[in-house]
């Protein structure tokens, strides 16, 4: 009988080698386990982004956005859909004033289906955050080639991140963007020509900042070209495959300039222009930029006027790992497969620092970077755990490593993530007391035909239901080139009467009108800004220079610190300035009762009134200081007068009381004395 010869597997005797096949173990998910991951991917991102809404919504018993701009894509969606024109007030402002065409015509399409603004905003910024989840986990997936698991616990990274979630609530084209980033990215790995191109075109459509994704990938691509003989894995697009990529890219690209040079004679939109001209690095700064804006920011994962750090810290150091690996392969000359991404990186922020050093508001303008940081740093961690699996041999140690790096940057960026929760709340409180009611201010007051003029056009142009003037020029141009000169404010005022506005809707930090008590104040219960609206007079309203507001936002970081002497020369300058000017006489006597001189605190306190009688704050401290002299006679009229223009003020009233018994103990002091004679 013949023997049957059974093939016994030779065990490995390469330690190296055995720990390598260990450690790169292919793990693919069966239908069942895939269809979850892809479950997950999916609901949780909605999930959490509800959990933020919901807080926010039971914390201030209404819906708002952490952004004033979300409005201003609600306003030219709707008016397109109404009045078919691509303007902001009716069809009469029409203008390239949208940063992101795109999604304007995205919420003017939404328009048709749901009509309520704020759920309509919310389902586009959790849906695309929806689509740039999926995609992202293609994308890791590809990355981490036959490793699913760690291209899924990549992608949780990115939905639990709490700039993510607060981004996709805010109304904006950020979850948009970095969708159709992704999905790009994704497309031009897998070598996929014409989705690729149509993504590549769409990003410009979404943001101009987009070309520094171009940039990126032609880098990319001409290194892959160099490579390509030498390492064969690397593929290349055909011929025919290249030309279908520029065919399509080019009809995107033309469309989306032409567009724009119908609407506003330029190839690019106002508000690119706008915000170049008034956030130039003439007047910012670029070291400050790079260090707070940016560093800061992907370290400690935070920036004004949020600051909540932690999560980034440990995704940090995978990162820098990752670049340090990419300068050693092009030295080596070997394709690193972060080089798009990292290239995207470095670009975008450079054309910041150069062209536009500013960050805005959270940082907004770097989150596009946030997934592409976090799949670096991913990648950063398992080459780590690779390296270490290489001189350890030990496949399950070098495994944990990764799986422990990931665990504190889950636990770090859930923490982060509640704390966050609270910050989004505080947040669209704080538009909504200072934006929103002002348009409801203008909705109830004011009347049909009032123009208002304005920096913060985004929920007055939406709910007012009033004609807008941009003085920041976002969609009044002709405004654009004039905002850093020296007498804007003069040149600003001309307009303003030329094209008839009524009235003012300013933070002070912005702009201040002197000696005109604001028709409507809106709540300074969160710091720091405050709006104003007056009244527009032509022949009598005077809005103070940039140079003399500027010296009134320094006098009261003064103030603050108590600093007299500061204080009252920084005013003598404001006074050379502005020598009419109410506020500046009230500041300068604060400075004066610092430093106990009555005389000239009671002097300057008469001047403010002499130019402002109903100046309310220089009447209230006036009197409370009458009072504590014994002058109660004179006290009383400046009380009563604080009390008339402000019934509920609780310090005149307590003051009020004070005097009223001090006057009616003289009176029967005085009646005693007289029945004794």
């Not at 330029?266 to 003439?282: D, F, G, Q, V």
Request: aromatic content about 18%; hydrophobic content about 45%.
């Amino acid at each position: 009988m013949k023997k049957i010869k059974i093939p016994v597997k030779k065990k490995r005797t390469n330690k190296e080698d055995y720990g390598k096949y260990s450690f790169e173990e292919p793990f693919k998910p069966g239908k069942v386990l895939k269809i979850v991951f892809y479950a997950i991917v999916i609901l949780l991102p909605v999930l959490l982004a509800f959990i933020y809404l919901r807080f926010a919504v039971n914390s201030n018993k209404y819906m708002s956005f952490p952004l004033d701009d979300p409005w201003i894509h609600l306003t030219f969606g709707k008016n397109l859909i109404e009045y078919f024109s691509f303007s902001f007030f009716k069809g009469e402002m029409v203008t390239a004033g949208s940063t992101s065409p795109l999604y304007t015509l995205i919420v003017a399409i939404g328009f048709l289906i749901v009509s309520n603004e704020m759920i309509l905003s919310y389902a586009l910024g959790v849906g695309f955050f929806v689509l740039a989840s999926l995609a992202f986990y293609r994308l890791s997936s590809f990355e981490f080639d036959k490793e699913n698991l760690f291209a899924l616990l990549c992608t949780l990274i990115f939905i639990i991140d709490k700039w993510m979630n607060f981004i996709s609530l805010s109304g904006m084209e950020t979850t948009m963007f970095i969708f159709l980033l992704l999905a790009c990215a994704y497309f031009y790995r897998i070598r996929s020509a014409i989705p690729f191109a149509v993504f590549l075109g769409l990003i410009i459509w979404t943001r101009p900042d987009g070309v520094a994704f171009i940039a990126a990938v032609v880098i990319d691509y001409l290194l892959v070209k160099h490579y390509s003989k030498d390492q064969l894995n690397l593929k290349l697009f055909s011929s025919k495959e290249i030309k279908t990529i520029g065919i399509i890219f080019g009809v995107i690209i033309a469309a989306y300039f032409g567009m724009n040079y119908f609407l506003s004679g330029t190839i690019l939109p106002n508000t690119y222009n706008a915000k170049l001209t008034y956030y130039s690095p003439e007047f910012r700064s670029r070291w400050d930029f790079l260090s707070l804006e940016v560093w800061n920011f992907f370290k400690e994962g935070s920036f004004y006027p949020v600051s909540v750090g932690g999560s980034y810290y440990l995704i940090m150091i995978g990162f820098i790992f990752s670049f340090g690996k990419l300068i050693y392969d092009i030295y080596k000359k070997n394709y690193n497969q972060n080089t798009l991404y990292i290239a995207f990186a470095l670009i975008m922020v450079f054309i910041y620092w150069y062209k536009l050093p500013y960050a805005h508001r959270f940082g907004r303008y770097m989150m596009p970077l946030i997934p592409f940081f976090i799949l670096v740093g991913t990648i950063g961690f398992r080459d780590i755990a690779r390296i270490i699996n290489k001189f350890s041999n030990n496949p399950l140690f070098s495994r944990s490593i990764f799986y422990i790096l990931i665990g504190i940057t889950y636990f770090n960026g859930i923490k982060n993530y509640d704390e966050v929760r609270v910050a989004y709340a505080v947040e669209c409180r704080y538009i909504h007391d200072r934006q929103v009611n002002a348009a409801y201010w203008f909705q109830k007051y004011s009347k049909e035909g009032d123009v208002i003029a304005t920096h913060d056009i985004g929920a007055i142009g939406f709910y007012s239901g009033r004609k807008v003037v941009d003085v920041a020029g976002l969609v009044t141009p002709e405004l654009i080139s004039k905002i850093n000169d020296k007498d804007y404010v003069q040149y600003m005022t001309e307009y303003l009467k030329e094209h008839n506005v009524t009235y003012l809707a300013f933070l002070r930090e912005w702009y201040r009108v002197a000696n005109q008590t604001p028709l409507y104040t809106t709540p300074d219960n969160i710091s720091p800004e405050i709006m104003d609206i007056y009244k527009f007079n032509p022949d009598e309203t005077h809005v103070l220079s940039r140079e003399a507001n500027e010296l009134v936002m320094y006098g009261l970081k003064l103030v603050n610190q108590k600093a007299a002497q500061q204080l009252i020369h920084f005013m003598n300058r404001l006074l050379v300035l502005e020598p009419n000017y109410a506020y500046a006489y009230y500041l300068r006597a604060y400075g004066y009762s610092i430093l106990k001189d009555d005389l000239n605190y009671e002097k300057d306190l008469n001047s403010a009134l002499s130019i402002m009688p109903d100046f309310k704050d220089a009447n209230l401290y006036y009197g409370i200081y009458l009072s504590t002299k014994g002058r109660f006679e004179e006290s009383k009229v400046l009380l009563d007068k604080v009390i008339t223009m402000e019934p509920l003020n609780k310090i005149a009233k307590d003051n009020l009381v004070i005097v009223n018994d001090s006057l009616n103990a003289r009176i029967t002091q005085e009646g005693s004395f007289n029945q004794f004679k």
